[in-house]
């Protein structure tokens, strides 16, 4: 997060200050794309970059505060990732997600037990084992530092059951550290 | 394989559970990554250090597109020192030139019922003396009266008047209105009506058009547009429908 001086950044950015959008652009990417990997695996850097062009063709409208601009950014890249999901869906031509675990290192790696903290890429891919809603609502909680009501808005869900959502994906991740060796191996 | 064939992890949880539920804080601190895996509660040192690692500062792989991301800014984005623009729908800064969506949208719905009138009119005027003098009059309102250069053509081609002018009178009232449907968001609509005042090149073909009254219409349109015969009405819808073309074109 940017802090006390975003309201600066933006302002400079909108007026078309190139470092100042940097450093806007350097705050939000690592989380966007690793929701978009969760979202669409395989196509983070892509929708990553339709989300980054929809929000510098608008970014002298927008008008709030750092969450907010995350709010947004989030929420354009939800829409790119839908959108990108249909189409396919239409025409049929990928079966949706590969082994979501696939990134975690077996426990009998090598590299894996070399590694003592796990990779942020392979925490998100862990949740993203999670059922859909769930991992959607820890990730936008997590990777973009979004309120309960603003999740809630992004998603289209009250906020009790974002609340409800997050509770079942923490348990759920608990248990499944617990009992998965795959996985506890690689934690 | 537990009962009914199904495997445990597929199973509904039964209650037990073998993490404890967390409490609404621990929930929201976990999940802000304010809680270490030494922290936290019970069962609960994996999920914060997976959610602390979800959060992790950026590996130099995710920031490398940042040359490609400022190159987009600088050819979308803003342009240097302009002023930022008033937040709002759709594209605040086309509509903030032009009039309110439903206005101007009223005045098309108008135009396109001027143009039915007006198609309808000439349809009538050309219909009546179709067994006598027809050559001379049908020949002559398709080129003016719609303000379209394209109905003249076929008007020019047939000289039995009925069909000749019918036909070529309908399109330009569907398209225009197709026409004023799609430009209607920017705002080059209304600076065409703004400019419009009748200073235009329509003119000339009005009068070769019409027979009756070759030299009023630049000067009676306004006053008398209440009292004026049929015929009469559709010449002011005519015109505005010339001019969105170079505004757009602009």
């Known amino acids: ?187 | 394989m537990g009962p009914g064939g199904v495997f445990p992890a597929e199973m509904p949880e039964p209650g037990r559970s073998l993490v404890d539920p967390l409490d609404e804080n621990t929930a929201e601190r976990l999940v802000a990554g304010r809680v270490s895996p030494d922290d936290a509660p019970p069962g609960y040192a994996g999920v914060a250090g997976v959610l602390q690692a979800a959060a992790a500062p950026a590996a130099p792989e995710e920031l490398a597109g940042q040359a490609a991301a400022l190159a987009t800014f600088r050819a979308y984005g803003p342009r240097p020192g302009a002023r930022r623009r008033p937040p709002g729908r759709g594209r605040p800064h086309d509509w903030a030139r032009g009039r309110p969506p439903g206005r101007a949208r009223g005045r098309l719905v108008a135009l396109a019922l001027a143009g039915v009138v007006a198609a309808g009119g000439l349809w009538t005027a050309a219909g009546a003396p179709s067994p006598a003098g027809l050559p001379s009059r049908a020949g002559a309102p398709p080129s003016g009266g719609s303000g379209s250069g394209a109905p003249g053509t076929p008007g020019a081609s047939g000289a039995p008047g009925l069909v000749t002018q019918a036909r070529p009178m309908t399109p330009p009232v569907t398209a225009a209105g197709a026409n004023a449907r799609a430009p209607a968001r920017p705002s080059a609509t209304d600076p065409s009506t703004r400019n419009g005042g009748g200073a235009t090149a329509s003119g000339p073909s009005h009068h070769g058009a019409k027979q009756h009254r070759p030299g009023k219409p630049p000067k009676a349109r306004p006053k008398s547009k209440p009292e004026k015969p049929k015929p009469e009405t559709p010449r002011p819808a005519a015109e505005p429908k010339d001019k969105p073309t170079p505004g757009h074109q602009r």
């Open chain 1, 1 to 187: 997060m940017i802090g006390p001086s975003f309201e600066a950044v933006l302002d400079a950015a909108a007026g078309g200050d190139e470092a100042a959008f940097g450093s806007l652009w350097r705050d939000v990417q690592p989380g966007l794309l690793r929701y978009l990997d969760a979202l669409a695996p395989g196509a983070a850097e892509d929708l990553a970059s339709e989300t980054w062009l929809r929000i510098v063709q608008s970014l002298d409208r927008f008008r709030g505060d750092e969450r907010a601009f995350r709010g947004w950014v989030f929420t354009v890249a939800r829409h790119r990732a839908v959108d990108r999901w249909r189409r396919r869906v239409r025409r049929r031509d990928e079966l949706v997600p590969a082994d979501a675990l696939a990134g975690l290192p077996a426990p009998d790696d090598p590299a894996g037990a070399a590694v003592d903290a796990i990779s942020s890429r392979a925490a998100v891919a862990l949740i993203a084992t999670l059922p859909p809603d769930q991992a959607e609502v820890v990730l936008l909680r997590v990777l973009a530092g979004l309120k309960v009501a603003q999740v809630a808005a992004i998603t289209g869900k009250r906020p009790g059951n974002v609340r409800v959502l997050t509770h079942r994906a923490l348990r759920r991740l608990a248990e499944r550290l617990a009992t998965d060796d795959r996985v506890r191996g690689a934690v």
